[in-house]
């Protein structure tokens, strides 16, 4: 069984005028998911476009510093997240470990990392994560604790 779909004439040349927009806009202003403009002030509708990913937290909750701890991320995107990466280094800097995260099923926006190194109790981490979209636009966060 087929079910035909009708479209007022300007509600197609609606759709045929926003997707023309999108394709100038991304010609003229992004060079492989990378921003070049470079005027004082983006023109209105550019400036929410293309937003990258947005890392909106970090739940340190489950990471006590032991393998298997869980480093729990919720990031939002509107384009679809190909890769979430997480560093885990000590207050100094030095990189304790680093990896991919993992999304909870297809579409989701929860994300989690499992630890595989311990940490010594007392030990100051920071949580730095990195989350890439199908445009190649990158969103990061960063959050700390000291581990018990």
């Not at 079910?3 to 806009?25: P, W």
């Not at 680093?98 to 989701?108: Q, Y």
């Amino acid at each position: 069984m087929m079910t035909k779909v009708f479209f007022a004439e300007h509600i197609l040349a609606y759709r045929r005028e926003m997707a023309e927009t999108v394709r100038q806009v991304i010609r003229e202003n992004y060079v492989a998911g990378v921003k070049t403009y470079i005027g004082a002030e983006p023109f209105l509708a550019q400036a929410d476009l293309l937003p990258p990913p947005e890392i909106e937290t970090i739940f340190l909750d489950y990471y006590e510093g032991h393998p298997d701890d869980q480093v729990m991320m919720a990031i939002a995107d509107d384009f679809g997240i190909i890769s979430v990466y997480v560093a885990i280094k000590d207050d100094i800097g030095n990189v304790i470990e680093s990896g991919g995260a993992d999304a909870f099923g297809a579409g989701s926006q929860c994300w989690s990392y499992t630890a595989t190194v311990p940490v010594p109790a007392g030990t100051h981490v920071i949580v730095l994560a990195a989350a890439t979209d199908c445009l190649g636009g990158v969103g990061a966060l960063r959050a700390s604790k000291t581990v018990r």
